[in-house]
T-cell receptor, first 115, second 114 residues
Framework: DGGITQSPKYLFRKEGQNVTLSCEQNLNHDAMYWYRQDPGQGLRLIYYSQIVNDFQKGDIAEGYSVSREKKESFPLTVTSAQKNPTAFYLC??????????????FGEGSRLTVL | AQTVTQSQPEMSVQEAETVTLSCTYDTSESDYYLFWYKQPPSRQMILVIRQEAYKQQNATENRFSVNFQKAAKSFSLKISDSQLGDAAMYFCAYRGRGNTPLVFGKGTRLSVIA
């Protein structure tokens, strides 16, 4: 089955530690995205990548880093510089072609808690 | 920058009744897409319905329909014959031309009362 797999689903981190959230898709999508979800804040864009080896900052990129070495993978690292990292993180992907309607497909999310 | 506003943080509806969720957006573009996503307690985001701005006809998907008012920059979602499984967070989203990322509203939590 095609889809987007995020891991781990739940993650606990001590303050000062970096942590990496995995996102893998087998939909052959070009573009991949990371959103952060907080109560009452909706979904806010952290980073996105349209093609391999290229990515752009979103609205709240500070304290986060990404890489896009493979089309299928777009890992997100939450660094110790992120002041309030406890949140629910959603990865999404879609085709890049303009002919596409732009529908995003989402993973099931990762819940990060800083202790 | 485009913004999406959902003015109703919470809504409730009786089972089998109809409810309308509001969404307004701000843009200077003339060509864009609008979406409604549902996020049930499982937190899996599910596309409910989409609307292309160049289409005047309102999109419909079974019990879900939209009222798209381009001049007013309004994009409301109507759920008819509400079911218990419709209880969820609903997010309105905007995407401009090209490959710009989706911009989401803050969401409306819908409760369905049996």
């Amino acid at each position: 089955d095609g889809g987007i797999t995020q891991s781990p689903k739940y993650l606990f981190r001590k303050e000062g530690q970096n942590v990496t959230l995995s996102c893998e898709q087998n939909l052959n999508h070009d573009a991949m995205y990371w959103y952060r979800q907080d109560p009452g804040q909706g979904l806010r864009l952290i980073y996105y990548s349209q093609i391999v080896n290229d990515f752009q900052k979103g609205d709240i990129a500070e304290g986060y880093s990404v890489s896009r070495e493979k089309k299928e993978s777009f890992p997100l690292t939450v660094t110790s510089a992120q002041k309030n990292p406890t949140a629910f993180y959603l990865c999404a992907s879609k085709f890049r072609l303009p002919a596409n309607t732009g529908e995003l497909f989402f993973g099931e999310g990762s819940r990060l808690t800083v202790l | 920058a485009q913004t999406v506003t959902q003015s109703q943080p919470e809504m409730s509806v009786q089972e089998a009744e109809t409810v309308t969720l509001s969404c307004t957006y701000d843009t200077s573009e003339s060509d864009y897409y609008l979406f409604w996503y549902k996020q049930p307690p499982s937190r899996q985001m599910i596309l409910v319905i989409r609307q292309e701005a160049y289409k005047q006809q309102n999109a419909t998907e079974n019990r879900f329909s939209v009222n798209f008012q381009k001049a007013a920059k309004s994009f409301s979602l109507k759920i008819s014959d509400s079911q218990l499984g419709d209880a969820a967070m609903y997010f309105c989203a905007y995407r401009g031309r090209g490959n710009t990322p989706l911009v989401f509203g803050k969401g409306t939590r819908l409760s369905v009362i049996a």
